[in-house]
């Protein structure tokens, strides 16, 4: 599944907008994310990292790495 789709269906389980999230990666950041940013991002799928990490914080998911060569 494509990280656009992915978040949305994050939202979705958290009941959350875009622009909530925006705001409140604002917040935790201190930099500012508009939600048109934001969604420009995930549109063309250029989100760096740490947005991903900050969007999991918010979102109180864990992001994971699993070793598949065990």
């Known amino acids: 599944m494509?990280?656009?789709k992915t978040i949305k269906y994050l939202?979705?389980?958290r009941n959350?907008?875009?622009t909530k999230l925006a705001?409140?990666?604002t917040k935790l950041s201190?930099?500012?994310i508009s939600q048109s940013?934001?969604?420009q991002k995930l549109g063309t799928?250029?989100?760096r990292f740490y947005e991903l990490q900050l969007i999991c914080k918010v979102l109180n998911f864990k992001?994971?790495?699993e070793d598949l060569k065990k």
Request: glycine content about 8%; aromatic content about 4%.
């Open 37 to 39: 940013l934001l969604s």
């Open 30 to 32: 201190g930099k500012k």
């Open 11 to 13: 939202l979705l389980q």
């Open 16 to 18: 959350m907008t875009l």
């Open 45 to 47: 799928g250029n989100l």
């Open 2 to 4: 494509e990280c656009r």
């Open 63 to 65: 992001l994971t790495f």
């Open 23 to 25: 705001e409140e990666m």
